[in-house]
C-alpha cells in the first residue's frame, strides 16, 4: 500500500522515473502515480513538458537539462540536489527520457543515492529506440532478419575505450539489429566505421522526436546514412537503426526518403 500522499516519507528515498520517448500517453501507471506524488521533481530536457500536468501544483520542479553541446546542469550538482532534498523528507522524482537504465546515467545515480543511504525504486519507461522502430512500423527482431538487438551509444565518455564499429558491424551482420543512440553527430565515423563489416547496401534508418507528433524519419542504405542525413536535416534527437530489419519498409516504399508514419 502506498502511503496517503501527504504523509511524511518514512526512510529518504528517491524514484528515477523513466518518462518514456515523449508521448505522454506511453507513461506507465506506475510513472503517473509516483509524478502525482512528488514534491520536488527534477526534469530531463528530452521529457515532455506534457507529462507535468500529473505533478501537484505546488511540486517544485527542476529543470536539469543536459543536451549533448548544451548548457547543461552538472551531473554532481543533479545527484547532490537529489540527496539533499530526500534527506529533507522531500518526495523525490527524477524524470529521465525513455528508460532510466538506457544510456540515462540511472546507475552512476542509483549508486551515488544508496551510497547516501537513501532508498532508490526504478520505474520503467519505454525506451526511444523502441519507440523509433514502432514508429517506422518495423520490429527489432524478426525471426528472419534479425535474431537479436544491440543498443549501443554513438557518443561514449570522453577517455573510455572508444567503440570498435567494425566489430559491431561484423556482429551485426550475424543477424543483430543496432540501434544507435546519441549518433546523429558522429554519423560520418559510425558510417565508416560499420561499412568495414556490413554490406553498403544495409538498410539504416533515422528517426527523429519518435513517439512524437513533429516525428520524422528517413531511411537510405548505409552507404548513404551521413549524406541522407544532411539532405533531410534530421538531428538530435534521433536514433539510428541498422539492420536488415528495415528490408520490409524498404520494398514497401523504395525511394530514400519515406514520409512521416501515419499517425
Ligand atoms: N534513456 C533514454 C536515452 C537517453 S540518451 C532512452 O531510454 O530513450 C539521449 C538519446 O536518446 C538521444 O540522443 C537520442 O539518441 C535518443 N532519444 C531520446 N528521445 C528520443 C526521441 N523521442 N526520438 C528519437 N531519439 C530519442
Known amino acids: 500500500m502506498n502511503p496517503p500522499p501527504d504523509a511524511p516519507s518514512p526512510r529518504p528515498r528517491v524514484t528515477l522515473v523513466g518518462a518514456g520517448p515523449g508521448d505522454p500517453e506511453l507513461l506507465t501507471l506506475k510513472a503517473i502515480r509516483a509524478i502525482r506524488a512528488a514534491t520536488v521533481l527534477l526534469v530531463d530536457d528530452l521529457v515532455g513538458r506534457e507529462v507535468l500536468r500529473y505533478a501537484r501544483r505546488h511540486a517544485r520542479i527542476v529543470d536539469v537539462g543536459k543536451r549533448g553541446g548544451c548548457r547543461s546542469t552538472p551531473q554532481d550538482f543533479i ?5 539533499t532534498e530526500a534527506l ?11 528508460d532510466p537504465g538506457v544510456f540515462g546515467r540511472g546507475g552512476e545515480e542509483v549508486e551515488h543515492l544508496r551510497a547516501h543511504g537513501i532508498e532508490v525504486e526504478v520505474i520503467n ?7 523509433a522502430a514502432t514508429g517506422l512500423g518495423v520490429p527489432l ?14 557518443h561514449p565518455r570522453a577517455g573510455s575505450t572508444p567503440l570498435d564499429w567494425r566489430r559491431l558491424a561484423t556482429t551485426a551482420a550475424d543477424g543483430y539489429t543496432l540501434v544507435i543512440y546519441m ?16 554490406p553498403p547496401d544495409t538498410p539504416v534508418a533515422v528517426v527523429q522526436h519518435a513517439s512524437l507528433p513533429q516525428q520524422r524519419h528517413a531511411v537510405a542504405p548505409l552507404a548513404d546514412l551521413q549524406a541522407m542525413l544532411q539532405r533531410e536535416g534530421l538531428g538530435s534527437p534521433a536514433v539510428i537503426i541498422v539492420g536488415n ?12 526518403r519515406l514520409s512521416a508514419a501515419a499517425a
Open 141 to 154: 527482431t524478426h525471426r528472419d532478419h534479425a535474431h537479436g538487438v544491440i543498443l549501443v551509444t554513438g
Open 88 to 98: 529533507k523528507g522531500e518526495r523525490v522524482v527524477r524524470l529521465k527520457g525513455g
Open 79 to 83: 545527484e547532490r540536489l537529489m540527496a
Open 183 to 198: 549518433g546523429v553527430a558522429q554519423a560520418a565515423q559510425i558510417q565508416a566505421g560499420l561499412l568495414e563489416g556490413l
Open 245 to 256: 530489419v528495415l528490408r520490409g519498409l524498404q520494398a514497401v516504399q523504395p525511394a530514400a
Open 125 to 131: 519507461g519505454i525506451t526511444s529506440g523502441l519507440a
